[in-house]
Structures are given as C-alpha cells and as structure tokens.
C-alpha cells in the first residue's frame, strides 16, 4: 500500500480506500515485521478507534491530514500512552500531548504507536535499547543498524506501517536513520518545531525531526508542526521567507559546497565513496556548480558536543535518575551521560568561545553558496559490529551530523542510491537556519530527478487511477501551464486555496504557447493550433470547487479558463488565452514549456 499523502488521500477521495481500512492494513502488517523490534507501545484498535471517530463528519479539506497514519518516537508524550524514552524504569503516562503531537490530530492524523529509539536519545545506531524491545533492525536487512537515536520511527515508515513519523535530532537522529532507510529525513530549523512535551536530550539544540517518503509529504507535515509555542521557551516565530509559498521553488543555477576530498571520511567504504561522488555529478546536472570548501570548522565544532560541555545537558535532563538508579540505564548511556557530571563552568565558557569562533567561520562559507552537500553518513555496520565497538562507530556516524545544531543550521537528508548489499546511501543538504522550504525545495528537485523509490520497495502500492478526469465530491482538476506551476511565484494561489498537485503531463499535439508581454511581465500563453501545434508540458492540480470561483477571479484578460486536451484524450478545465495577443507575442512552443524556455532565457 502506498502511503504517500497524495496518494492516500487520492484513495480516499476516491472511495477505494477508508482510514478504518488502512488502519486494519498497517496492524495486519506489524505482525510480519516483528523482528525489526520497531515498537515500544503499539496501539490497540480499540485506541486507534478513539481517533478514527474524530474523523467522522469531517473532509480532507476541514482536516488537510485526514487519516493519515503516523508514529511518534518514544521520548515525545502522546496522552494516555506511556513515554519511556527506552528506559522501563522512567516511564510516565503523561496526561497531554505534546504540542507538535497535538497539532497534528487536529489536522486529522491518527497515531498508530510509540517507536523503538537509543535510549534517552543518546546514539546514532538504534542498538541502545533494552529488553524488552532490543536493537532496531534495518528495514532492509536486519543484520544492519537501523540508525538511531530515532530507529522505530525511520523503519516504520520505510515498511509502510505510516505515512510520516516523527523523531529528534540533536546530534543527527533524524538524518542517518532516514539514510539507512531510504527516507527523507527534515532537520528544521531550531525552535520552529515546539519541543514541549519532549524528554530533553540536550534542551538548548534539541529538534522534533520529520522522517517521509517524498519532500511533497514532509513540507505538508512541517506545514501543521511548524507553530509557534509561547510556552516553549526555546520556540522561535518562523521568517516570512520560509514558509509554504516558498516551497517548490529552486534556483536554475545553484552553488553547492562539499568538503574537500581529504577530509571526506567513508571509513574504508569505497562504495559510498563512489555513491558521493555520483550524488555530486547529477547535481552538477540539475544545474549546481560544486564548490570544494574546507570543512574543517565544522569539523572541529561536532568535537565540541561530546567531547565538550553539552554532555553535561544531557546529565542535567536526566540527573535525578542517574544518581539515584545508575543500573537503570545501558552501560553505554550511563559512561556517555555521566561523564557529563564532572564538567566545570569554565569548560563551558571555553567551549562557547571555542564555538562562536567556528560559527562565525561556517557562516561566512555558507554565504558563498546554496547548500552544503555531504553524505549523511560515511558507511554503515551490523548490528554485531557495533556491538562490538559501541562508541567509535557510534562516533564514525556522526561524523557529517553533530556540528548541525551547534552551529543553528538546517538540513534534510534524503536518497542517494544502494550499495551492494541492498542498504540505502543519502546525502545531507544543509543551509543556515530558517531555511527549511529552501531545503525542501531542492529535495523535491533531487527525487523528482533521480526518480527514487522510498522505504523499502517490497511492499505492495495502491496506485488510484490518476489519468481519469474527476469533477466529483467537491473537486475538480485544473491544467496549468505558466506562473502557476510548481517553483513559480504564483503556485501558491493554488497550494493556498488547498489544491493537491495530481501529474505531469503533455498536451496532445495541438497547441502552440506564446511569451506575452503585457505591461512588462511576462507570462505564457496556450493557445489551440491543430494545424501547426506540438506537444506542452502542463501540470494538473486539483482543486477544491469552492475555491475556483476566487481563483478564475484572479485571473486576468487575455488568459482564461477553458478546456484543454491532454496528450491521454482527456479534456480537462485549464489556462487558455485570448489568439489576438499572439501577433506581438513569441512563440515558444519549441522548447516544449514555459519552464524549459525559461530556463533558456
């Protein structure tokens, strides 16, 4: 079953499918999957139900994630389920939710369970949990490490036992799980997701992170996270320059930064290596100039957050525990978390010089380009192999994620091919904070590109048909050629007014479009030519039908709205212009759309 948003609800809409049923799917399916340790807390159907009952007299447009199955890791509280973070001896039942967990059922999704993690966030790998739930297994192989700290919460999604989940990140929990995973994987911008109703890792750079399938689904998501809490003292008011207008639209020349070769580390992988070094190149394709740059600063800035004073964060989140039941916590958790005890306020003071330094040094690189490009991680080991050398591969992993919040950086991990041996690589892309849809936006561009399945592919999909014209249960599907499209600055009167973008797809070859220049703005226009047409690409987006009457309202002569045949047979409601504005206009039908010509221009 295919869990991506646009297509569950495409299902919905369609009647194929109801969220009771793809509730009872994903339950059935937990059964099989069972090896790969994924839950803390799975609820029951009874308790899933208390949910689906909200959906009742409710559409996708009142509820924008209608249905839509998710997972929360188990250090973030959702009402009435126990929060244990992995460690049995500090579990609660906490009596709300959390703020981020709450903004999502309002907008309709339904929890399905608590997932596995390192305990109290404290690794990369998902081996550090206890019995009764042990080490989270890879969803491709489970001689592997699934990543951690937010392990269950990756594979879940990859498995398709939920449509999105959601994690922490503060020192790279929601980037290399979702490389390991073959998942897209957002780090946003410190403070834009509130951390109320969270167990600490280290408060002052802790994220709620958002594993997907696409970059489609994690902007949506983000979208209904992304709220500004007066009671988290850490929230910060997101900037008008990354909000959801901005998402979609990408440069056609970009400058990436990467490392220089030296100091890229793949720790003997010299499939990754490759796997890098061809993630750059298509880059290069879609339209980036690489950037060597020295990657030192950013280095020396990830020694500070274990090696330096914030391990003494993590100690003060959990310090009455530590002290009082040492026993209770891994062996490995309690040497890394207790070494945070004997830090001194001088070694803090130094460490914020040291890192203030580094910052102003990483800023200033990052001001030369668009996004800093560098695996997520350098290789992956088994589950025995960690076992055997829990900290230093512990540490190799995070050689590309733990200066990210130190320094107040964003960043979304996602697919950048296989190894051999079947587990998923990924590249990180990193900007300065606030800059999430920018983000999103080239990890749109990069699938859309690549063309990569996500999770793991072995499961099942339910494709609605997407070629059949639909003006039913309050929709109708609208052909766009120009300034609407995705990336372009009027895509938003269409993402506004809740539209869902349904294809691509061509004309039949019968039109011709034309570069009009009306008042000195340009903007294309399709006219019908059966004689000497061709074939245009166009988008198709369906619109909710109370908003079409405030969005042909917008419009202005010559364009309109008409019927417009695609390349299928279908005949569609769509943009049309006025043929006697073609004499002074430039007929652009060669490069086939008005994004390839501009692209040209």
């Known amino acids: 079953m295919d869990l991506s948003i646009s297509a569950l609800h495409d299902a919905y809409r369609s009647g194929e499918l109801t969220p009771e049923e793809v509730v009872e799917f994903i339950l059935q399916s937990c059964e099989q999957y069972s090896e790969h340790n994924i839950w803390i807390t799975l609820l029951t159907r009874q308790q899933i139900d208390n949910y689906l009952k909200q959906l009742e007299n409710q559409t996708i447009e009142s509820m924008p994630l209608y249905g839509v199955p998710f997972v929360i890791k188990d250090n973030i509280d959702l009402a009435g389920i126990p929060t244990t973070a992995a460690c049995p001896y500090y579990e609660y039942i906490p009596g709300q939710n959390a703020f981020v967990v ?39 192989n489970k001689e592997y490490i699934s990543g951690g700290s937010s392990s269950g919460s990756a594979v879940a999604v990859a498995l398709g036992l939920a449509s999105f989940s959601l994690g922490t990140d503060t020192a790279g929990s929601g980037r290399v799980p979702a490389a390991f995973n073959n998942l897209v994987g957002l780090k946003p911008s410190k403070g834009l997701l509130s951390t109320r109703g969270v167990i600490p890792a280290c408060r002052s750079l802790d994220c ?73 190149k298509k880059l290069v394709q879609l339209g980036g100039e690489q950037v060597e740059i020295d990657f030192s600063p950013f280095l020396e800035t990830a020694r500070l957050l274990y090696e330096g004073p914030w391990v003494t964060e993590r100690y003060v989140a959990i310090e009455e525990l530590i002290n009082s039941n040492p026993e209770s916590l891994l062996p490995v958790i309690n040497s890394i978390i207790g070494g945070g005890k004997q830090k001194m306020a001088s070694d803090a003071f130094k460490a914020l010089y040291q890192l203030q330094h580094y910052k102003r040094i990483t800023d200033a690189i990052l001001d030369t380009v668009d996004i800093l490009v560098t695996p997520t991680a350098g290789t992956i080991y088994t589950v025995d192999e960690v076992n055997a050398d829990p900290i230093q591969l512990n540490s190799n992993i995070g050689y590309y994620t733990n200066y990210m919040n130190l320094l107040d950086y964003s960043a979304v991990a996602v697919p950048a091919g296989f190894m051999k041996n079947g587990i998923p690589f990924g590249i990180t892309l990193t900007a300065a904070a606030f800059e999430d849809r920018k983000l999103l936006s080239f990890a749109q561009l990069w699938q859309a590109s690549c063309g990569y399945k996500m999770g793991n592919t072995s499961y099942d999909y339910c494709k609605p048909d997407k070629n059949i014209s639909r003006v039913h249960q309050g929709f109708v599907d609208l052909v766009v050629c120009g300034a609407h499209l995705q990336g372009f600055p009027l895509n938003w009167q269409l993402t506004e007014r809740g539209a869902e973008f349904i294809k691509s797809s061509y004309t039949s070859a019968n039109y011709k479009l034309y570069a ?66 073609i004499e002074s206009a430039v007929d652009i039908s060669e490069h086939g759309g008005w994004s390839a010509y501009c692209a040209s221009a």
């Open 102 to 140: 709450q903004q999502l059922l309002e907008a309709g999704a339904i929890p399905i369970g608590k997932t596995n993690m390192d305990q109290f966030a404290t690794g990369l790998v998902g081996t550090r949990s206890p019995e009764p739930w042990g080490a989270c297994r890879n969803a491709f």
């Open 208 to 280: 709620v992170s958002i594993f997907a399938l696409n970059a489609d689904d994690a902007n949506k998501v983000l979208e209904h996270t992304a709220v500004f809490d007066s009671d988290d003292d850490y929230a910060r008011q997101n900037c008008f320059s990354n909000n959801h207008r901005h998402y979609g639209t990408t440069k056609k020349r970009f400058r990436f930064a990467v490392p220089k070769p030296e100091q890229l580390n793949f720790f003997g992988n010299e499939e990754t290596k490759k796997l890098f070094a061809e993630s750059c």
């Open 516 to 581: 009009l220049a009306e008042d000195g703005i340009k903007r294309p226009g399709m006219v019908r030519d059966s004689e000497n047409g061709k074939k245009i690409i166009v988008e198709v987006w369906r619109l909710p039908v109370e908003q079409l009457g405030s969005f042909v309202n917008d419009i202005t002569a010559p364009l309109g709205i008409g019927k417009v045949e695609l390349e299928s047979g279908e005949w569609l409601s769509g943009f049309i212009c006025e043929p006697y504005v």
